[in-house]
């Protein structure tokens, strides 16, 4: 089944080009079937960008989805135009009435900031609440899965001397869980921060489930069972040029940066980039889906209520 999104979406076209199946909303409409309503809080400048990347992760589902793009009600982005913001995308007080079968909060460019002084902070901590009675399942990526991390559990951030920027192996810790389903003892994901969340913080805790780490950039993939979350802080979303677009650009403002590790062939910035992540971002993401289908409720109104594993 293919991804639902206005056919004036930019992602719309780039994705038909690369043979994901998008849906116009009136073919879908025409359907007698319920879809996968997941949002995606954009807390990311490069909204296009960033919208792009996820929709080609949950286009690649045999479901039909449909995506919703969410903005904080009181921030108004600097760097994307107002007018495909205002075509594209609700405030999140528009849809606070609503239920989701999947929320994913994006990262930011905001890791330098305590999290209480981020100006739309409040309403996050909004957010986090509603998506414990409205949502069945959260996918906190980067900023996002720290903040959620900060928020419900009170795990800090830590904050490196130097970036992680390349492309890390990965630790497999829990071979046997459903969201790790095909995935291989050794593969790499996209590394870009300047903050980590210690792995150690994560085996401490009785609530959470730690899947991937990394002895180089702490811990990459969690499991909130009791929140219905999964925290990731690296970037399997990344297309194969965006580590190469934030090193040349570093470069061409003369910002201090280390070229991507294990990005290049032989670390060389002249040769071509190789995308060694691909196969397993698919992975992940479908699974995720999966596991929302096999267990939301029918009935979208039931979303955010105990419910039965139907899993058996």
Not at 110 to 129: C, G, N, P, S
Not at 240 to 253: F, G, I, M, P, W
């Amino acid at each position: 089944m293919p991804i639902r999104i206005p056919a004036t979406l930019p992602a719309a076209d780039v994705l038909s080009a690369e043979g994901v199946m998008v849906m116009r909303e009136d073919e879908a409409d025409r359907q007698d079937i319920r879809p996968m309503r997941i949002a995606l809080l954009n807390l990311m400048p490069k909204k296009i960008v960033t919208e792009t990347q996820f929709a080609r992760l949950i286009g690649a589902s045999p479901l039909q989805v449909e995506l919703t793009l969410v903005r904080p009600s009181d921030h108004v982005s600097k760097t994307e135009s107002h007018a495909h913001i205002g075509a594209h995308y609700v405030a999140w007080r528009e849809i606070r009435d609503q239920k989701f079968d999947g929320l994913i909060i994006t990262g930011a460019p905001i890791e330098h900031l305590a999290y209480e002084q981020v100006t739309y902070w409040d309403e996050m901590i909004e957010i986090m609440k509603w998506s414990q009675t409205h949502v069945h399942s959260t996918f906190g990526v980067c900023w996002g899965g720290m903040a959620m991390l900060y928020h419900f559990h009170g795990i800090p951030k830590r904050i490196l001397d130097h970036k992680a920027f390349g492309c890390f192996p990965q630790k497999n810790l829990a071979p046997t869980s459903p969201y790790l389903r095909g995935f291989s003892d050794n593969f790499v994901i996209p590394v870009s921060r300047w903050t980590e969340i210690a792995q150690a913080d994560i085996v401490a805790h009785p609530d959470l489930v730690p899947l991937l780490g990394s002895p180089d950039t702490g811990a990459c993939l969690v499991e909130d069972p009791k929140h219905r979350a999964l925290y990731i802080f690296n970037h399997f979303e990344y297309d194969l040029d965006t580590l190469k677009h934030e090193y040349d650009r570093d470069v061409a403002k003369g910002t201090p940066i280390n070229v991507p590790m294990n990005y290049y062939k032989n670390d060389d910035p002249t040769q071509s980039p190789r995308n060694r992540w691909k196969s397993h971002a698919h992975l992940l993401y479908g699974n995720w889906i999966a596991e929302m289908y096999m267990t939301t409720p029918y009935d979208v109104t039931r979303i955010g209520e105990a419910t039965k594993d139907r899993r058996g």
